[in-house]
Structures are given as C-alpha cells and as structure tokens.
C-alpha cells in the first residue's frame, strides 16, 4: 500500500514494527505532530515557552505527566513514531527507534504542530513541495532569530524552507496563512542571510533540495525550535522526534483550516 493512503493507525503500526524513514506525504489527509517531552518540572515554563512562540510552537494537544498516550495520539509515543532523539544536559546523546526505557515517569510530552500539514493544500493550488518530489526529508534551518525566553527555556528559531515559484510566493502564503495552528504563513520569503543562514545546501537537519532558477526560498516556522531551545538551554533531560520523523495523529489536516 501506498504511504500515503494509510491510516494513523496503519502508520504507527509500521513504525511499531521497525519501519524507520521521514513521514512527509505519508496518510494524506491526517496531522504530523512534533513530539517534546519534559520533565514535569519543566513543562509550565514549555507551555509558557510555546504561548510566547505560538508561531514556531503551536501546541496541539499535551499529556499527563508519565503518560506515552494523549487524546490525538491513541497510540504509544515510545514507539510509534520513526526516529526518536534523547537529550541529556543539553546535548543530543542517542538516536533511538523506540525510547521505552528512556520513558520517565514525571516525563510530560507535548505535541506541536506541523508544516506537513498543509502541503497537500500547496499542492492542490500548484505549489511545488520540492523534497517530496525528491522522496526526502524537509530541510530545516537554525537561525540567528531569537524566540521569546520563558524562564529557563530560550534559542533560536527554527525554520523549515520550501523553493517556490516566484509568480506562486503570494499563493503560497495565503494557502499556509489558513492553518496558523499548524505555523500558517512564512516567516520569511528571499534571501536567507537575514536569518542568519549561510548556506541553503548545508541544512542543520533533514536534506537539502534544489532550488531552482526563477524559484525564491520560503521560510516557515518549524516545530523542531522547542529542540533547539532544550539544546541552547542545557535541559537536563527531553524526548524528541528525531526531525522529519513525526508523530501522527488522530486528527485531519482540514481540522486545522480557518477560512
């Protein structure tokens, strides 16, 4: 069967079993989630981290302290999503395809939302998604913008980028502005020195993509920024999705769409 016509269920069943590669374009028509779990120690300055950087961070469903299901995610969050990456005082410390020992019980996991959601949306109004067309990873970008701080919690923006079009730019801002719950619109459109990128052919994760005569570079938000804080940061200990290698959940990208 076709990534893209499985269900949630059918997904994380496969990755369940031993499956491990990006999920962008897998079970069209259903939510990519990023997974951050943190101690419970930490989670109000996160929920603060996430309100002040709603953009970046948009939080859609959180759990209970030592919980590996939330109410979108009926599944196990220790093994259900592909790729999983620990922290320890600040630094990525193991790449994992499942966490189940990992796992605390005063761990709380956030699910935040992702650019995934609205690209079957691009495509349907004739934006290109460059890295599904290559079958790879979205390339994501640290950048010299600095999120709101909460408490102990700050770092730099992440961003996601997308090569489109330049006569296609203003449709795919209006597209992605219509689901702010899932970063809505660009953060930026053109040269990527003013966000303090150097070099689009060197992401800081997933893959790098082509980018075209007569196409400009689309900056979006990117879920991966809570990482980036932890990181920044020197959190003690946090769970994450390794980039690109999302959870999803039991709800539909439509769900998301404001008109």
Same mark, same amino acid.
């Given at each position: 069967m076709d990534v893209a016509d499985l269900t949630p269920a059918q997904a994380r069943k496969r990755f369940r079993g031993g499956e491990r590669r990006p999920t962008a374009g897998w079970c069209r028509g259903w939510t990519q989630a990023n997974l951050i779990a943190v101690p419970k120690a930490l989670a109000y300055e996160l929920l603060l981290f996430a309100h002040r950087n709603a953009q970046a961070c948009p939080l859609l469903d959180v759990g209970e302290a030592g919980a590996y299901r939330t109410r979108l995610f009926p599944g196990d969050l220790r093994t259900d999503l592909p790729g999983y990456r620990v922290y320890r005082d600040g630094r990525p410390v193991a790449d994992r395809s499942e966490v189940v020992e990992e796992w605390r019980e005063d761990l709380v996991p956030f699910l935040i939302g992702c650019s995934f959601t609205f690209e079957q949306a691009l495509l349907a109004e004739g934006v290109p998604v460059r890295h599904l067309e290559q079958g790879s990873?979205?390339?994501?970008?640290?950048? +010299?913008? &600095?999120? #709101?701080?909460?408490?102990?919690?700050?770092g730099p923006l992440v961003v996601s980028m997308r090569p489109v079009p330049?006569?296609?730019?203003?449709?795919?801002?209006?597209?992605s502005g219509r689901y702010p719950m899932v970063h809505g619109a660009p953060v930026h459109v +053109?040269? &990527?020195? #003013?966000l303090g990128i150097g070099d689009l052919a060197r992401p800081d994760f997933g893959d790098a993509v082509e980018v075209r005569a007569g196409e400009v570079p689309v900056f979006w938000a990117c879920g991966v920024?809570?990482?980036?804080?932890?990181?920044?940061?020197g959190v003690d200990f946090a769970i994450g999705h390794l980039p690109g290698h999302m959870a999803i959940i039991d709800a539909?990208?439509?769900d998301y769409r404001v008109t």
């Open positions: 990873n979205v390339p994501m970008y640290v950048t +010299g913008v &600095p999120c #709101e701080p909460s408490g102990p919690l700050s330049e006569p296609l730019v203003a449709t795919a801002v209006e597209v +053109g040269d &990527p020195a #003013e920024t809570p990482q980036a804080a932890i990181m920044a940061s539909r990208d439509d």
